[in-house]
Structures are given as structure tokens and as C-alpha cells.
């Protein structure tokens, strides 16, 4: 089975937002996403908007120290009896089997769960993963890309991923197995389409 690949251009946080929000209604429990990037590239805003979608309790941070928190469904939320969140930072591990003793399995079948640096740890948790990388568009690229973007006013406001800097972020979600083949077209409709362009112009060039 082919992965299936979209590619985003972001331009701040809340368009970063927007991506996520209209990303949530498609999600159910039992999926498994994988975040990569830098620091400061816009995973934690990421997931703490998808927690917003979701439904789930507030309080979505980097669970650095932690490696695991579970943010539960509230009833009255967006989403009452929707799925939980698990955010999982996966840094510190150095293999599959370290995340493993986090007993995820125990979880998966009623949370989405999301790990941050979880590639080439995390894939055997699940047939069908949506991987998602978050990569900063600089310099040379940058001007190549968009001349005016390096003046764009405003930052990005990640947690203690946030440096402050007015950049473009690409985003490419890669998804594989018999899930994200079933709702691929739906999926792209969403993020490309009104909603996932609603904050593309945030930034106005001069």
C-alpha cells in the first residue's frame, strides 16, 4: 500500500491552529499520529489545538518531563464521548522498546495519541499512522519561496518551544496504512481547502 503525502505551507500560529481544528473532526480513537520537527517548529501549538477540537481537557503542554500525559474527554465539550488525547514526548527514548514501558496499548483503543519524536519508535504501535513533520523555512529558502515573508510582522507562540521568530513553517503529513487511505481525499479537502487556508493570509505583503 502507497503512503499517501500532503504538503502545507504555514504561516504562524494560527493558521497552525486552524490545520489542526480542521483536522480533529476526521480523528477517532484508536489513531496514532507522529510529530516531528525542531523546537520552536509548531508541534505543541499543533497539539494543543488538536486537544481543542478534540474536546478534551485543557492544559495541552510539551510533556517533556513526563514523557506521557492523558487529557480526558469532557462531557461538555465539542466532542462529548469522543476520544481522549495522549500526548507523548518521546525525545528522551532511545528505541521502540523504551516506549513501550509506557504501556500506550493499554490506551490506544479509546485516545488519540500523539508522540513527538516518535518516528522510527512508534510505528509498530499501529497499522495505519499519520506522520506529520514540521520543518522551518529559512534564508535563502525563505526568499525563494517568499521574499516578504523574513518582514512579516508577528511570531509564533509555542509554549517553551516559542523563539520568537517570524517564519514560515512547512508541514508534510505522510499517511500510511488502510485508515488515512479511507479518509485521504476528505483529509486533504479539509486542510487545503477553506478551512486549512482560512489564516494563509496573515500575513500581508507590503
Known amino acids: 500500500m502507497t503512503d499517501r503525502v500532503l504538503d502545507l505551507e504555514i504561516t504562524g500560529p494560527e493558521h497552525t491552529r486552524s490545520i489542526a481544528l480542521a483536522l480533529a473532526p476526521l480523528l477517532a480513537a484508536g489513531d496514532v499520529l507522529i510529530l516531528t520537527g525542531e523546537l520552536g517548529a509548531g508541534k505543541t501549538t499543533f497539539t494543543r489545538s488538536l486537544g481543542e477540537g478534540l474536546g478534551v481537557r485543557e492544559g495541552v503542554i510539551s510533556p517533556t518531563f513526563v514523557l506521557s500525559r492523558v487529557h480526558p474527554n469532557l462531557p461538555d465539550g465539542p466532542r462529548p464521548g469522543g476520544p481522549d488525547l495522549v500526548h507523548v514526548d518521546a525525545y528522551r527514548l532511545a528505541s521502540s522498546e523504551e516506549l513501550d514501558d509506557l504501556d500506550l496499548e493499554y490506551s490506544l483503543d479509546r485516545s488519540v495519541t500523539v ?41 509564533w507562540e509555542d509554549d517553551d518551544e516559542d523563539d520568537g521568530a517570524p517564519e514560515l513553517r512547512r508541514l508534510r503529513l505522510i499517511g500510511s496504512g488502510p485508515r488515512w487511505e479511507n479518509v485521504w481525499d476528505e483529509m486533504v479537502e479539509k486542510l487545503s481547502g477553506r478551512e486549512g487556508r482560512e489564516h494563509r493570509g496573515l500575513w500581508k505583503h507590503p
Not at 513527538?116 to 522551518?136: C, N, P, Y
Not at 534564508?139 to 525563494?144: I, K, R
Open 115 to 155: 508522540i513527538e519524536w516518535g518516528r522510527d519508535k512508534a510505528e509498530h504501535l499501529s497499522e495505519s499512522i499519520l506522520d506529520l513533520e514540521f520543518t522551518r523555512v529559512t534564508g535563502a529558502e525563505l526568499a525563494e519561496t517568499d521574499p516578504y515573508a523574513l518582514y512579516a510582522p508577528g511570531s
